[in-house]
């Protein structure tokens, strides 16, 4: 599985992204797929998390601004960003795990920068 993320860029504050993660390639069962952000010193967190089955987590400090949603016809995960804060700065990374050929793995985006900034 290959995966490719958009939809990043500069916001202000109170605004709206949204991120797309498109993935092609091959596997046999679908586990996650999840958004994971890093900003600057920090350490990569996981941000929201759709299982194949459509259920859906999320970190306490997006609940009710962000939402995380996939079109599996288009093998592509979506995270619909409001509300946007200058703590929400961050490369976003996409992220998806599944088995394929037997073994169980999970491939990165390459990350696309938000910036929430006035």
């Known amino acids: 599985v290959q995966l490719v993320e958009s939809g990043g860029g500069l916001v202000q504050p109170g605004g709206s992204l949204r991120l797309s993660c498109a993935a092609s390639?091959?596997?046999?069962?679908?586990?996650?797929r999840g958004w994971y952000r890093q900003a600057p010193g920090k350490q990569r967190e996981l941000v929201a998390l759709i299982t194949s089955g459509g259920s859906t987590n999320y970190v306490d400090s997006v609940k009710g601004r962000f939402t995380i949603s996939a079109d599996n016809a288009k093998s592509t995960v979506y995270l619909q960003m409001n509300s946007l804060k200058p703590e929400d700065t961050a490369a976003y990374y996409c992220?998806?795990?599944?088995?394929?050929?037997?073994?169980?793995?999970?491939?990165w985006g390459q990350g696309t920068q938000v910036t929430v900034s006035s």
């Open positions: 390639g091959s596997y046999s069962i679908l586990y996650t």
């Open positions: 992220n998806w795990q599944y088995m394929y050929l037997g073994i169980r793995s999970d491939t």
